[in-house]
């Protein structure tokens, strides 16, 4: 984007699509402004996918009702 920065001096001798880079190199942090505008484009999508998965996780932590952990000894306890 640099170099087509330097072509601002022949800006109207330029094809259209050209001037639009031209101006384009001119906005700062340009790449992490586009990489955000994209995620705030994709986050209901992302939203969408995730939510089965932690339904599913919600679901099956609700019908838990023991806590098992393994002892010092190797034997397992389970709290309700």
């Given at each position: 984007m640099k170099s087509i920065g330097e072509l601002k001096d022949e800006y109207d001798d330029l094809a259209e699509s050209e001037q639009f880079?031209?101006?384009m190199s001119g906005i700062k942090r340009l790449g992490p402004r586009?990489?955000?505008i994209?995620?705030?484009m994709k986050f209901d999508d992302l939203l969408q996918d995730i939510k089965p998965v932690s339904r599913a996780f919600a679901s099956s932590s609700n019908e838990s009702t023991h806590l098992c952990m393994w002892r010092g000894d190797n034997s397992l306890s389970c709290v309700e």
């Amino acid at each position: 984007m640099k170099s087509i920065g330097e072509l601002k001096d022949e800006y109207d001798d330029l094809a259209e699509s050209e001037q639009f880079c031209v101006l384009m190199s001119g906005i700062k942090r340009l790449g992490p402004r586009l990489n955000s505008i994209l995620f705030k484009m994709k986050f209901d999508d992302l939203l969408q996918d995730i939510k089965p998965v932690s339904r599913a996780f919600a679901s099956s932590s609700n019908e838990s009702t023991h806590l098992c952990m393994w002892r010092g000894d190797n034997s397992l306890s389970c709290v309700e």
